[in-house]
């Protein structure tokens, strides 16, 4: 349960930065953003493969890291 709640307030925290930057038009400081959260989502990973090499969630965490910030990748392109 812990790890859920982790990753839901890494995610929701990059939410609030995408909402907040997208009006203000500071695309430097969401970029910074996003790079924290690859990071946070990351360190989320290591730690589950640290105490199980074969965890799933692990091994899909770094498969998709990506892909969970897409949204505001585009938002920084205006779109």
Same mark, same amino acid.
């Given at each position: 349960m812990r $790890?859920?709640?982790? @990753?839901?307030?890494? $995610?929701?925290?990059l939410k609030n930065s995408v909402e907040k930057h997208r009006k203000n038009s500071d695309f430097a400081r969401l970029k910074w953003r996003i790079d924290k959260t690859q990071e946070k989502l990351l360190v989320i990973a290591n730690e589950l493969l640290s105490k199980?090499?074969?965890?799933? !969630? +692990? =091994?899909? @965490? @770094? =498969? !998709? +890291? +990506?892909?969970? !910030?897409?949204?505001?990748?585009?938002?920084? =392109? +205006?779109i």
């Open positions: $790890i859920k709640k982790a @990753i839901s307030r890494t $995610i929701y925290t199980n090499k074969d965890s799933n !969630t +692990g =091994k899909f @965490i @770094i =498969k !998709t +890291g +990506g892909k969970v !910030t897409l949204f505001a990748e585009l938002a920084t =392109k +205006g």
